[in-house]
């Protein structure tokens, strides 16, 4: 359909219907820093392929119903692939071959007969973040690959497995939401990976692995992963549970997490949930009357005790903070329940329903009169001059 060649640079390919063709839209041998947005790419042997090509943009297409892969990449460094929607391809959605240093995120990936994303061949160093991939064969395929981030997606009803690590070491895979599979993580010869912080919910069998030997948890207080079927009881009140979650015989999470993990980014660093309840409408801003940042979000539950166990940067908040639930103190809350110098972790409890959950920092007593003794002389001042008028 479209070929860029032999270091083909500083192009843009942007609003075309590329149909039936061997390859869609092709750039080859060191052609770099173009960019490949907005086209409809279907029907073609190979929908987008980058081949030897390097720091090129592919975002914003609809790449489907292509013969073989959608997006593929082959010996191609510090590309970027991001807000696609890549569906209905009859092999891989995203493929990487030898590749190194790309960066793949926010796509939306689905319904692709095979992998929604594969990584093979000493593809090393990529990150693949944000992806909403369901319902292909398997959700995320790594075969002979090392050192890459696989974070903050959403890996969901796939056929077979969520998460497959064939051969691949050391690879950090944390933050994932892994939902309903025959196998949520699949690990064969593959070891020396840090899994941590993803949720495990109602897969089949939430790991298989077969010769890996694996760090399933990040310590304390950060802890491990969420499991749908672990059992533990929580007497610390701490959000971890107080038994491991054993995989198999060279495999545990040391400290699962008793409630699903949330990441929300701020401009001020990341805040981290823990939490059996349902977090929306999370909020982080400054408020200019208090001048101080303030957090504030929702919670939702149904039965029994709900709990939220929250980390907050100190960059964001580092005083002696409040937590106010529809405007009053939790039943229980523990304010000092972990600090590192960078973070501090607090733990507290409601009766489940629906909250608002508002942390301030605590204000010393000796400024609340003077505060409020000048809220009410402005407020006098502005009504005596509405009057006045």
Not at 69 to 84: E, H, K, P, Q
Not at 194 to 219: P, R, T, Y
Request: aromatic share 12%.
């Amino acid at each position: 359909g479209i070929r860029l060649y032999s270091s083909s640079c500083n192009n843009t390919i942007s609003g075309n219907n590329v149909t039936s063709n061997y390859y869609g839209i092709s750039l080859y041998a060191s052609s770099c820093n173009n960019t490949i947005s907005g086209n409809n790419v279907s029907d073609n042997l190979y929908g987008i392929q980058l081949y030897a090509s390097l720091s090129n943009t592919i975002s914003r297409n609809t790449v489907t119903k292509n013969h073989e892969y959608g997006i593929s990449l082959y010996a191609s460094l510090n590309n970027t692939i991001f807000w696609n929607s890549v569906t209905v391809n009859n092999w891989d959605g995203i493929r990487l071959h030898s590749c190194s240093n790309n960066t793949i995120f926010g796509n939306t990936i689905t319904t692709n007969h095979e992998f929604g994303i594969r990584l093979e061949w000493s593809s090393c160093n990529n990150t693949i973040s944000g992806n909403n991939i369901t319902n292909n064969w398997d959700g995320i395929h790594l075969y002979a690959s090392s050192n890459n981030t696989i974070s903050g997606n959403t890996i969901a009803v796939n056929y077979d497995e969520g998460i497959n690590l064939g051969g691949s070491h050391c690879n950090h895979i944390m933050e994932n939401n892994i939902i309903s599979h025959d196998i949520g993580f699949y690990l064969a010869g593959s070891s020396g990976n840090l899994i941590s912080h993803n949720n495990f919910v109602n897969n089949f069998d939430q790991v298989a692995s077969f010769q890996s030997a694996n760090c399933w948890d990040d310590g304390y207080p950060s802890g491990g992963n969420y499991w749908s079927d672990y059992h533990g009881a929580d007497t610390e009140r701490d959000g971890i549970g107080d038994s491991g979650y054993e995989i198999e015989e060279n495999n545990a999470d040391h400290f699962p997490l008793m409630g699903m993990f949330s990441s929300f980014n701020t401009s001020r660093g990341n805040v981290y949930t823990i939490c059996n309840s349902t977090i929306s409408d999370f909020q982080c801003y400054f408020d200019s009357e208090n001048q101080t940042n303030v957090i504030k979000f929702n919670v939702n539950g149904t039965i029994g005790i709900g709990f939220c166990r929250i980390c907050i940067p100190h960059t964001i908040l580092n005083e002696t903070y409040t937590i106010l639930v529809d405007g009053h103190e939790p039943d229980y809350v523990n304010y000092t329940l972990y600090d590192n110098d960078t973070h501090r972790w607090i733990y507290f409890t409601y009766l489940h329903s629906i909250h608002e959950v508002i942390i301030i920092p605590e204000l010393p007593s000796l400024l609340i009169l003077p505060l409020f003794m000048t809220a009410t002389l402005l407020a006098a001042i502005v009504y005596r001059r509405k009057h006045t008028v």
